[in-house]
Nanobody
Framework: QVQLVESGGGLVQAGGSLRLSCTAN????????RGWFRQAPGKEREFVAA????????FYADSVKGRFTISRDNARNTVWLQMNSLKPEDTAVYYC???????????????WGQGTQVAVSS
């Protein structure tokens, strides 16, 4: 069974940092783009960041550019999201995903984790 397992969420004050991890079990996702999305209460799931299989190309939502960094280690089947200078508006459930379609479109990702809660207090 293929699983994406996230960890690293929590409660942090504004200006603080968190590092999310997502480890894939059951397959290597060779050639797949790995992405992070988030969903706040009452809002649609939105793209946060993505990284290509080689790790050479990264993509970010404008709202997190310069504050978040996505990285991956294919040997460990793991992708990370380093989140700095967190703001209350970053509060959401964060999901990792793997897919081979359009980078910023959630519907093109085939595999999803269960989500990890990030809460930023003001």
């Amino acid at each position: 069974q293929v699983q994406l397992v996230e960890s690293g969420g929590g409660l942090v004050q504004a200006g603080g940092s968190l590092r999310l991890s997502c480890t894939a079990n059951g397959r290597t996702f060779s050639g797949y783009t790995r992405g992070w999305f988030r969903q706040a209460p009452g809002k649609e799931r939105e793209f946060v960041a993505a990284i290509t299989w080689s790790g050479g190309i990264t993509f970010y939502a404008d709202s997190v550019k310069g504050r978040f960094t996505i990285s991956r280690d294919n040997a460990r089947n793991t992708v990370w999201l380093q989140m700095n200078s967190l703001k209350p508006e970053d509060t959401a459930v964060y999901y990792c995903a793997a897919g081979a379609g359009t980078i910023k479109r959630a519907t093109t990702y085939d595999y999803w984790g269960q989500g990890t809660q990030v809460a930023v207090s003001s």
